[in-house]
């Protein structure tokens, strides 16, 4: 009953899908059972549900574990515990903590905002209540890397921004907004790199919708190899602004080209699991038939060849390539990284490092939408 009234209370002071405010599960990768809390700066209050509220001062740490469906907290400074759940809330502004978890190959977060524990079976739910302008600059740092110019940053923001408020209720039925793990997007928690957090703080409450006003499907990928790709293509969803866009300014980049070889042995295995006779294939192999640009499939026998379905299969970097056939093996030539589907991180980058702004940059990727205030754009309407 303690835990509901807990849980109650939360949700009246952050409910849960609201414009601003985001519940985010904290390692929901490794599901840790216990955590470590320390107090970075600032105080915090702890809630644990049945003994009422402790102050943790600065330099404080808390050990909580999970004790069946409860769990067990004890202070450095000798507080102990046991209680259904625990809240930790900031006791002012600018209030950062650090979070660990023993024997998790995850690294430590500093976050910020209110932090609750619950034991859940086999593992803790440590769910983050924070704000999305607060957790941005550490998504965009994680999916669009350090060391970039400010417009490359201001474009990864708008398109970041917008990933989180169109999924917001991806995880509605597990209690929360988002997960920190690749499924929604990386949170490693708060990052001070003043470039990302100013390009944040910049584009506050900018997305990116479409001629409905509707959040796009703002998808992105590390390098286009010279052409993006239609999200029909990859996915079987056309989107009008998910087009294929030929991309001069990717070229630059090392991930701009690949090659690797296979077994003949292993592909011959593979030809025969699509129902084609190997050595009937000749006319795919690039000696026969020239490339000229993204091949989405290719046919033999009347059997489709899919070059996404190839990607997956042998691990490539990309599903745009040739093949040739270099008789015990074959040598697949490719360009780009990633699926190629909307903003090509390699080439964002080198645009603003060209002095072209993040409107003209999302305006080259992402073809007929437009940049609005959150305020302004509706979520889609699922089925
Ligand atoms: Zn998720
Ligand atoms: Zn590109």
Same mark, same amino acid.
């Given at each position: ?22 519940s985010i599960r904290i390692f929901a990768r490794s599901k840790p059972s216990s955590l470590i809390v320390s ?11 049945? &003994? ?11 050990a909580v574990t999970r004790y069946?469906?409860?769990v ?14 625990? &809240? ?9 903590f650090t979070v660990r978890a023993p024997g998790s190959s995850e690294p430590e977060k500093s976050l910020?905002?209110?932090l609750t524990v619950t034991s859940f079976p086999g593992s803790l739910r440590i769910l983050n ?9 550490g998504v965009?740092?994680a ?11 201001? &474009?990864?923001?708008?398109? &970041? ?10 995880h509605?039925?597990d209690g929360y907004?988002m997960c920190d793990d690749v499924h929604c997007q990386v949170y490693p928690g ?187 754009? =509706?979520?889609?309407? =699922?089925?």
């Amino acid at each position: 009953m303690k835990r509901i009234s807990l849980v109650a209370i939360l949700l009246v002071l952050f409910p849960l899908v609201t414009f601003s405010r985001i519940s985010i599960r904290i390692f929901a990768r490794s599901k840790p059972s216990s955590l470590i809390v320390s107090m970075v700066n600032g105080d915090c209050m702890l809630f644990d549900g049945t &003994a009422g509220e402790v102050r943790l001062s600065q330099g404080e740490t808390v050990a909580v574990t999970r004790y069946g469906d409860r769990v067990i907290y004890s202070t450095m400074s000798g507080i102990r515990g046991v209680s259904d759940s625990l &809240a930790f809330t900031p006791a002012a502004s600018g209030t950062l903590f650090t979070v660990r978890a023993p024997g998790s190959s995850e690294p430590e977060k500093s976050l910020s905002g209110t932090l609750t524990v619950t034991s859940f079976p086999g593992s803790l739910r440590i769910l983050n209540i924070t704000t999305v302008e607060e957790c941005l600059p550490g998504v965009v740092r994680a999916e669009a890397g350090r060391y970039g110019p400010s417009d490359y940053y201001r &474009a990864q923001a708008v398109v &970041a921004r917008t990933y989180i408020y169109r999924n917001i209720d991806r995880h509605s039925l597990d209690g929360y907004n988002m997960c920190d793990d690749v499924h929604c997007q990386v949170y490693p928690g708060v990052v001070t790199d003043s470039v990302i957090v100013n390009a944040c703080r910049s584009t506050s409450g900018l997305v990116l919708a479409d001629r409905d006003s509707i959040m796009i499907e703002a998808a992105f990928h590390g390098n286009c190899g010279g052409e993006t790709a239609s999200s029909a293509d990859v996915w079987l969803a056309g989107y009008p602004y998910l087009v294929s866009v030929t991309d001069p300014w990717c070229s630059y980049s090392p991930s701009s080209t690949w090659k690797k070889s296979i077994a003949r042995s292993e592909w011959n295995s593979f030809l025969r699991s699509k129902g084609i006779a190997p050595g009937t294939e000749g006319a795919i192999y690039s000696a026969n038939a020239p490339a000229a640009g993204r091949i989405t499939y290719r046919t033999v026998q009347g059997k489709t060849l899919w070059s996404e379905e190839i990607r997956l299969r042998f691990g490539l970097r990309s599903a745009y390539f040739t093949l040739s056939d270099a008789g015990d093996s074959i040598l697949f030539n490719g360009r780009g990284y990633g699926h190629g589907v909307g903003l090509c991180q390699d080439g964002a980058k080198h645009m603003a490092e060209k002095k072209m702004s993040y409107n003209r940059i999302i305006g080259f990727y992402y073809p007929g939408t437009i940049i609005t205030d959150v305020k302004n754009a =509706r979520r889609p309407v =699922r089925p």
